[in-house]
């Protein structure tokens, strides 16, 4: 865009992000892309990271971190003020928010920000329960709102796509963009040292899950599998890795190690809180674990095939997109404890199909680099943007 307008982006992410992890490195390299166009940007969280790993490369690259509170709600017309002000003060050119949509998609709206794109990372919540919308909701007006305020609509997986057609989203505005992952970051670590911090030893088979801990992300189904497994392969061991001290997680949290006490399990358990060592984790583990009830995609999936480990995940959401079962790794229904047991007997005991699955898994995730990412991004700024006249 050089000799012209000078662009400026807004990054819209309302959370908090306290550790490094898929997200934060896809907005960072979005924002680096923009400002080697020489593009003003701007990253919006509810609060400040705690940890200059995380803001200072967003820094470095000239980006601005500003802070805003988190929409309470749809109908939160504070904070949809807040947003327009905003917008209206910076001259935002361009206006990515990243699942929370409709308080800041109508705030861009009526600030007339010429580009507005919705990057849908989730299923629905209904769709997380393993239920149906009744009544009213099943018109999904904020649905419907933040579709008609956007002119890009980004899917992270076919599934998400699916769902948003279904509930009114123009396939004209809807595209299907899965997230990226820093694949170096994951294919280059070491393990060293890891087994040992949890009291772990080599000829241990270790199963690793990363997540936290809430419901969606299906510990208690996992624990119950692990639970049949380990009677048959007791050199199993299980490591849970992820937040488990906010207030959303600390009752879950307690259900999960009540759970594997009434199992007689806990003592093979570690639940490791949040880290920031999670390429080191799965280094020095055997078998990956996702057993969601929901995902959008599955980034902690794509990061567990680029470190080589042979996964097995729960057939939901957009995890068919990148697990084939058989080719790059296993595949069970939804909550289906004694599926998921045998897939862990038989991997746990036979290398052969470890090794096989293992040697698969990076090529697999070879499309989901961050500058492929961050390159047809920038394609879908910049023809929105042809497409609205700004110059």
């Not at 919308?133 to 419907?144: F, M, N, V, Y």
């Not at 990148?322 to 289906?336: A, D, K, P, S």
């Amino acid at each position: 865009m050089s000799g012209k307008k000078k662009i400026t982006l807004v990054q819209y992410v309302a959370s908090s992000p306290q550790i490094p992890h898929a997200r934060i490195y896809r907005y960072l390299e979005i924002i680096r892309r923009c400002s080697r166009e020489g593009w003003r940007t701007y990253l919006v969280l509810s609060e400040m990271p705690n940890s200059l790993e995380i803001s200072r490369p967003f820094l470095d690259a000239g980006c601005r971190i500003l802070t805003q509170r988190r929409p309470a709600g749809n109908l939160d017309l504070r904070t949809a003020l807040d947003i327009y002000r905003l917008l209206r003060d910076l001259r935002c050119d361009v206006f990515h928010c990243h699942n929370i949509h409709t308080v800041p998609l109508a705030a861009a709206a009526l600030a007339r920000v010429p580009v507005r794109i919705w990057s849908v990372l989730a299923m629905s919540p209904y769709y997380e329960q393993g239920t149906r919308p009744r009544g009213i909701h099943r018109l999904a007006l904020s649905t419907r709102l933040s579709t008609f305020c956007a002119h890009r609509i980004l899917a992270i997986s076919t599934a998400v796509s699916t769902e948003l057609l279904q509930n009114g989203a123009p396939v004209r505005k809807t595209a299907v963009l899965p997230a990226p992952v820093d694949l170096a970051r994951f294919r280059r670590a070491s393990g060293d040292g890891a087994r040992q911090e949890f009291g772990f030893t080599e000829d241990q088979v270790l199963v690793i899950a990363v997540g936290h801990a809430v419901p969606v992300k299906g510990w208690d189904v996992l624990i119950k599998a692990f639970a049949c497994a380990v009677s048959r392969c007791p050199h199993a061991r299980l490591l849970l890795v992820g937040s488990h001290s906010d207030k959303h997680e600390a009752s879950t949290y307690n259900d999960l190690q009540s759970l594997a006490r009434g199992l007689s399990c806990a003592h093979l358990i570690r639940f490791a809180g949040a880290r920031f060592d999670i390429p080191r984790l799965l280094a020095a583990s055997d078998i990956f674990v996702m057993p969601s009830r929901s995902e959008g995609l599955g980034m902690a999936l794509v990061e567990a095939l680029a470190a080589g480990l042979p996964c097995v995940a729960a057939r939901v959401g957009g995890i068919p997109d990148i697990l084939v079962h058989g080719r790059n790794g296993l595949l069970f229904e939804r909550e289906n404890v004694g599926a998921l047991a045998e897939q862990l007997v038989h991997l746990a005991a036979d290398t052969n199909l470890r090794r096989q699955l293992a040697e698969a898994a990076p090529g697999s995730v070879q499309g989901f680099g961050l500058e492929p990412h961050a390159d047809n991004m920038m394609a879908i700024y910049t023809e929105a943007l042809q497409e609205a006249c700004v110059t």
